[in-house]
């Protein structure tokens, strides 16, 4: 008996559900539609956002204890939002804003078992933060989005453990019982990965271009259409970043079996001792900031 060949996978049809769990995910609030214009580098005034922020008192509460954290310390208490506005600045302010309202969105959502929601948002949101750090420190185009970048970057993952929930199963389960890499597991179940979903979820949000390109290749930011010879990209900052989290533990899954080598931030080229200052940030500001994208 001939045996039977394994049925090819309709890539197109998948990624047809994952895009369609897209468009099923809550609705931006007017403040992240604000602060994403912001970052397409339209006009956004300072008044407008505060009066947004204000009417909404949980996050107006998040952000108002923040400031007055540690993270923040100043003499004196800050009372109000226009005040902590003022103090952080509007790339600081969207960081912040933005990654408290995606947060809060994705808890809004119903995910299978196998799925953590407040993994995926310490990872994310500590991607973020040390691509944000990162990308200060070098030339980067669209060093302003290195933070959206970092905490939108695995968004493809959350598609299809929604979209395609028996997959996501099935790439999980290759993953750990074979050891094979994420990306190769993704491929061979689904035809796709989850970089190349996350950038279509981008471009869907209007995000700007570079900040898509990062995102697609940041598990391989040698094939970025956007990287230069002997210039830092920001989907090289999105790399280590993304590394050096998984290298702390902060992983997606729970036992952390994803790519992670903690050295690849050194090749980026920062002296040592500003690299240590780079991480001391990072924690500090990580430690501070983590109890509100739980």
């Given at each position: 008996?001939?045996?039977?060949?394994?049925?090819?996978?309709?890539?197109?049809?998948?990624?047809?559900?994952?895009?369609?769990?897209?468009?099923?995910?809550?609705?931006?609030?007017?403040?992240?539609?604000?602060?994403?214009?912001?970052?397409?580098?339209?006009?956004?005034?300072?008044?407008?956002?505060?009066?947004?922020?204000?009417?909404?008192?949980?996050?107006?509460?998040?952000?108002?204890?923040?400031?007055?954290?540690?993270l923040?310390?100043?003499?004196?208490?800050?009372?109000?939002?226009?005040?902590?506005?003022?103090?952080?600045?509007?790339?600081?302010?969207?960081?912040?804003?933005l990654?408290?309202?995606?947060?809060?969105?994705?808890n809004?959502?119903?995910t299978?078992?196998?799925?953590?929601?407040?993994?995926?948002?310490?990872?994310?949101?500590?991607?973020?933060?040390?691509s944000?750090?990162?990308?200060?420190?070098?030339?980067?185009?669209?060093?302003?989005?290195?933070?959206?970048?970092?905490?939108?970057?695995?968004?493809?993952?959350?598609?299809?453990?929604?979209?395609?929930?028996?997959?996501?199963?099935?790439?999980?389960?290759?993953?750990?019982?074979?050891?094979?890499?994420?990306?190769?597991?993704?491929?061979?179940?689904?035809?796709?990965?989850?970089?190349?979903?996350?950038?279509?979820?981008?471009?869907?949000?209007?995000?700007?271009?570079?900040?898509?390109?990062?995102?697609?290749?940041?598990?391989?930011?040698?094939?970025?259409?956007?990287?230069?010879?002997?210039?830092?990209?920001?989907?090289r900052?999105l790399?280590?970043?993304?590394?050096?989290?998984?290298?702390?533990?902060?992983?997606?899954?729970?036992?952390?079996?994803?790519?992670?080598?903690?050295?690849?931030?050194?090749?980026?080229?920062?002296?040592?001792?500003?690299?240590?200052?780079?991480?001391?940030?990072?924690?500090?500001?990580?430690?501070?900031?983590?109890?509100?994208?739980?």
């Open positions: 008996m001939v045996p039977l060949s394994e049925p090819k996978v309709d890539t197109g049809l998948l990624k047809e559900r994952a895009i369609r769990a897209l468009r099923e995910l809550p609705p931006f609030s007017p403040i992240l539609n604000r602060l994403l214009a912001s970052l397409a580098k339209e006009d956004v005034s300072f008044v407008k956002l505060g009066d947004l922020i204000e009417k909404d008192p949980v996050l107006a509460g998040n952000l108002l204890h923040l400031v007055n954290s540690a923040y310390a100043r003499r004196g208490s800050i009372n109000s939002v226009r005040h902590a506005l003022s103090l952080l600045g509007i790339n600081k302010l969207r960081n912040v804003v990654g408290m309202s995606i947060t809060r969105m994705w809004q959502v119903r299978p078992p196998s799925w953590s929601m407040a993994r995926f948002n310490m990872h994310s949101a500590a991607c973020g933060i040390l944000d750090l990162l990308a200060q420190r070098f030339t980067v185009e669209y060093a302003e989005g290195a933070f959206v970048a970092g905490l939108l970057h695995d968004v493809g993952r959350l598609l299809i453990a929604l979209g395609l929930t028996e997959e996501y199963g099935r790439i999980l389960q290759m993953h750990e019982s074979e050891g094979k890499p994420l990306l190769a597991c993704e491929m061979e179940v689904i035809g796709l990965t989850h970089p190349e979903l996350s950038a279509e979820a981008l471009a869907f949000w209007n995000i700007p271009e570079p900040i898509q390109n990062a995102v697609r290749h940041h598990h391989c930011p040698e094939s970025d259409p956007d990287a230069r010879p002997n210039k830092v990209g920001l989907s900052v790399d280590a970043a993304n590394q050096y989290v998984n290298s702390m533990g902060v992983s997606i899954l729970k036992n952390c079996t994803e790519s992670a080598d903690p050295t690849v931030i050194e090749s980026l080229g920062l002296p040592a001792g500003e690299l240590e200052t780079v991480l001391v940030e990072f924690k500090t500001e990580f430690d501070a900031m983590s109890a509100f994208f739980r």
